[in-house]
């Protein structure tokens, strides 16, 4: 079983529409949580980044994380074609022998039609 | 600043060749990290340095060689090219361990 699960899609939506991605884990000891970005044949780039549970907003995204399930999402308001993308989540623990490796999802391929 | 840039930015081998692939970043970053990409797998950690002159195993290291003799670079080798290293190799790096990766923009490799 990996530690970290993510479906990976396509979603396609239309312009406008709520996105809501989502990663599960199975390692307690993460702690950190992040979203990463990657269009196409570039490299990933850091969206957002939240170590507590509850919610972290910006602009039309939303990070949410709830330790107890095990459970993160990654919500976009108003999507844009521009939002049209692969989204990777990542996960790093707090510390021990693994301190600041990130661990990846596998990546969900996002299209936004106009 | 150009941040990370990596050379080259394709490449195709035969079974058996040797090569090595060159990160550099202008960003003054201690850490420096080399993954690769394939479908349905996410990124996975080959190896890692937190320093010139020091490097350390990931996740998948095997078939795969690092060097760091400048803070600034980050080498990946490697030495006799199997197609299962067939894949899209990104570097990052990073300011301090827990802080923000920057990755660089890729390079493809394809082994025949």
């Known amino acids: 079983q990996k530690e970290v699960e993510q479906d990976p899609g396509p979603l396609s939506v239309p312009e406008g529409a709520i996105v809501s991605l989502n990663c599960t884990y199975s390692n307690s000891a993460f702690q950190y949580f992040m979203w990463y970005r990657q269009y196409s044949r570039k490299g990933p780039e850091l969206l957002m980044y939240?170590?507590?549970?509850g919610n972290k907003e910006d602009g039309r995204f939303t990070a949410q994380v709830d330790k107890s399930s095990k459970y993160i999402s990654l919500f976009i308001r108003d999507s844009q074609p521009s939002d049209s993308a692969t989204y990777l989540c990542?996960?790093?623990?707090?510390?021990?022998?693994?301190?600041?490796?990130?661990?990846f999802g596998q990546g969900t391929i996002l299209t936004v039609h106009p | 600043n150009a941040g990370v840039t990596q050379t080259p930015k394709f490449r195709v081998l035969k079974t058996g060749q040797s090569m090595t692939l060159l990160c550099a970043q202008d960003?003054?970053?201690?850490?420096m990290y080399w993954y690769r990409q394939d479908p349905g797998m996410g990124l996975r950690l080959i190896h890692y340095?937190?320093?010139?002159?020091?490097?350390a195993k990931g996740e998948v290291p095997d078939g795969y060689n690092v060097s760091r003799l400048k803070k600034q670079n980050f080498l990946l080798g490697l030495e006799s090219a199997a197609p299962s290293q067939t894949s899209v190799y990104f570097c990052?790096?990073?300011?301090?361990?827990?802080?923000?990766?920057?990755f660089g923009p890729g390079t493809r490799l394809t082994v025949l």
């Open positions: 960003m003054n970053h201690e850490y």
């Open positions: 939240t170590y507590s549970s």
């Open positions: 990052a790096s990073s300011y301090r361990l827990e802080g923000e990766q920057f």
């Open positions: 340095s937190v320093g010139e002159g020091t490097t």
């Open positions: 990542a996960m790093r623990n707090a510390g021990g022998t693994s301190y600041g490796k990130l661990t």
